[in-house]
Structures are given as C-alpha cells and as structure tokens.
C-alpha cells in the first residue's frame, strides 16, 4: 500500500471522529465532555471537574493497565486498516475491546465500583468495539474502509466521553 493511501486512510479517520455524533451519548453529556476537554488542553491548570470514582488500590491498578490495553489495543487495530487487514482489525476488537472481552478484563470486579454513568459508557464502548468488528468484516469483503472508520470513531468516542467525565481515585 502506498504512503499516499496510508496517509489518506489516516486522515479520513481522524475527519470522521471529528465529523460523527455519539449516539451513545446526549446532547448535553457530549457538550460537557467536550468542554471539559477543551478547558483541560486550553488551561492545563484549570481544576479537574471530573467525577472522582474511588476503586481499591488494587483494582484501580488493574483498571488503569485494562485501559492502556485499550489504546495499545486501537492503535493496532488503526495499523491493521492502514494495511487493509481487515480480518485481523476485527479480530482483535472483538476479542480485546468487544462484548466478548468482558472476563478477559475482569468487568465483574471493577463495574460495582463505577457509577451508572460511567457502567453505560463502558457499555457503550465495548459494544461500539463489537459493532466495529462486524462493520470491519464487511470492509473485507466489499473493501470499503468508511463503515469501519465510522464504527471505530464510535468505540474512541466513548472512551473520550468516559475520560472526560470520571477519573479514579
């Protein structure tokens, strides 16, 4: 695959995470998270609005490497569509970030620790991540990348909108 096409892959994912509204999320949690996260990158200083979630030191632990396991997990997927791998993208996001990734990451310990808002986020992602998976198997057959990237924006979406409205203690 050319530089070229890489480099268009990557912008048309980027376009299409600025460009797609979350469903999962309402109008006014989508301007709050969005707020929250320009103050923070305009005013570093800023104080932290985020509702503070406290978890025991262990579990908090395991949900903060859980949570880099996710990004490691999306930037392969992102490298996977840049190569047109779409088999191994979707692959991966099901069984790493998809509904089927629940006992891998130990859901049942951390989620009656979480308040509602936070659970449906999560929720939210990992079925984003699922649909992701199935949007990207139809990439393969048709390869036609857009549905995937419309579907991966979501998956990064609630996990933006999580970030921005809790953080663990």
Request: aromatic share 4%; hydrophobic share 45%.
């Amino acid at each position: 695959m050319s530089r070229l096409v890489r480099w268009g892959v990557a912008v048309a994912a980027v376009l299409a995470l600025k460009m797609a509204v979350t469903p999962a999320l309402g109008a006014d949690e989508h301007a709050a998270g969005h707020a929250t996260a320009h103050r923070h990158a305009e005013h570093p200083g800023a104080s932290d609005t985020r509702t503070v979630v406290a978890f025991p030191r262990q579990l908090k632990e395991h949900e903060l490497a859980n949570m880099r396991n996710h990004l490691r997990t999306l930037s392969r997927i992102q490298g996977y569509l840049a190569q047109r791998e779409f088999d191994k993208a979707a692959d991966l996001a099901e069984k790493r970030l998809g509904m089927s990734s629940f006992g891998l990451h130990g859901a049942h310990e951390v989620a009656p620790y979480m308040p509602k808002g936070m659970q449906e986020l999560g929720n939210a992602m990992h079925h984003a991540a699922s649909q992701f998976a199935v949007a990207t198997q139809q990439a393969a057959v048709d390869n036609d990348v857009g549905a995937a990237l419309t579907a991966l924006t979501k998956v990064t979406q609630a996990c933006v909108a999580c970030h921005a409205a809790y953080r663990l203690k």
